[in-house]
T-cell receptor, first 114, second 115 residues
């Protein structure tokens, strides 16, 4: 699976949009981009995933560049409760022989400030 | 409530003791896995299973055993605890990736200290 690069930390003001970048320059055409977050010492929480198109759900939006070498997770109106470590992961679809292994990097520590 | 249940939440072991960390899910998920997370580090995959009777190793399997006799349960066994196994352990479950499922659901963790 392709490796990802994320900034180690970011800050955001409460109520503003939080834009978390992820570089995955070696991504293949059959690799999905997944985002999880971990609040304090809780278990990680799935946020969103996508392949090519931009995706939106009740938690966030995922913007994937046309060349798919990078993506941005957007929390439209960040709250203090969004302070967490955010993980960007890429993985191969199993129809192309991918694995169920989900490998986490170190993520981005997002701090939402009042 | 549906979800992933891990027990115990906290445990202190002496070096050389054995124990089993329990993980149960009630969502009929085929996939289950165990991760460990050391202070300031990301999660590392220990073992995983894609269905009852099927298990495989992750990144850091040494010192741990698993079995999957039912869909619901995926216990993690520490054979002879060592201080290096002091960590927070997370269990996760989900639909198999090939079925197009969303992300995995994680438990709340077991905090293990080996003295």
């Amino acid at each position: 699976d392709a490796k990802t690069t994320q900034p180690p930390s970011m800050d955001c003001a409460e109520g503003r949009a939080a834009n978390l970048p992820c570089n995955h320059s070696t991504i293949s055409g059959n690799e999905y981009v997944y985002w999880y977050r971990q609040i304090h010492s809780q278990g990680p929480q799935y946020i969103i995933h996508g392949l090519k198109n931009n995706e939106t759900n009740e938690m966030a939006s995922l913007i994937i560049t046309e060349d798919r070498k990078s993506s941005t997770l957007i929390l439209p109106h960040a709250t203090l409760r969004d302070t967490a470590v955010y993980y960007c992961i890429v993985r191969v679809g199993l129809t192309q022989g991918g694995s169920e292994k989900l490998v986490f990097g170190k993520g981005t520590k997002l701090t939402v400030n009042p | 409530n549906a979800g992933v249940t891990q027990t115990p939440k906290f445990q202190v072991l002496k070096t050389g003791q054995s124990m089993t960390l329990q993980c149960a899910q009630d969502m009929n998920h085929e996939y289950m896995s165990w991760y460990r997370q050391d202070p300031g580090m990301g999660l590392r995959l220990i073992h995983y299973s894609v269905g009852a009777g099927i298990t495989d190793q992750g990144e850091v399997p040494n010192g741990y055993n698993v079995s999957r006799s039912t869909t619901e349960d995926f216990p993690l066994r520490l054979l002879s605890a060592a201080p290096s196994q002091t960590s927070v352990y997370f269990c996760a479950s989900g639909d198999l990736f090939r079925t197009g499922g969303n992300g995995y659901t994680f438990g709340s963790g077991t905090r293990l200290t080996v003295v």
